[in-house]
């Protein structure tokens, strides 16, 4: 059941995160992360991003935390060209 974007808004926000904060990278992501949002200006300190996941890919997307417009896609890691798989229930 999908509901309109506007609707989904407060959930939203309640997700996001600050980089530093996100387990399911490394260190070194995060720190690398950290720097690259710092360079272009967005705020790596602040509760503005959420990591998404693909099959093997994975991307930061980072947003505007007072409108909750998209402000950049990153990925962790050059090496997220290739990917590595995402672990899924059940697997060993």
């Given at each position: 059941?999908?509901?309109?974007?506007?609707?989904?808004?407060?959930?939203?926000?309640?997700?996001?995160?600050?980089?530093?904060?996100?387990?399911?990278?490394?260190?070194?992501?995060?720190?690398?992360?950290?720097?690259?949002?710092?360079?272009?200006?967005?705020?790596?300190?602040?509760?503005?991003?959420?990591?998404l996941?693909?099959?093997?890919?994975?991307?930061?997307?980072?947003?505007d935390?007072?409108?909750?417009?998209?402000?950049?896609?990153?990925k962790p890691?050059?090496?997220?060209?290739?990917?590595?798989?995402?672990?899924?229930p059940?697997?060993?």
């Open positions: 059941y999908f509901k309109p974007w506007d609707q989904g808004l407060p959930k939203l926000r309640e997700k996001l995160t600050r980089v530093d904060d996100i387990q399911a990278l490394s260190k070194s992501e995060r720190q690398g992360l950290h720097e690259r949002m710092a360079r272009r200006g967005l705020a790596p300190d602040e509760r503005n991003a959420i990591l996941w693909g099959d093997i890919r994975r991307a930061l997307v980072v947003f935390p007072g409108t909750l417009r998209i402000r950049a896609i990153l890691h050059a090496s997220e060209v290739i990917g590595r798989p995402r672990p899924r059940g697997d060993s």
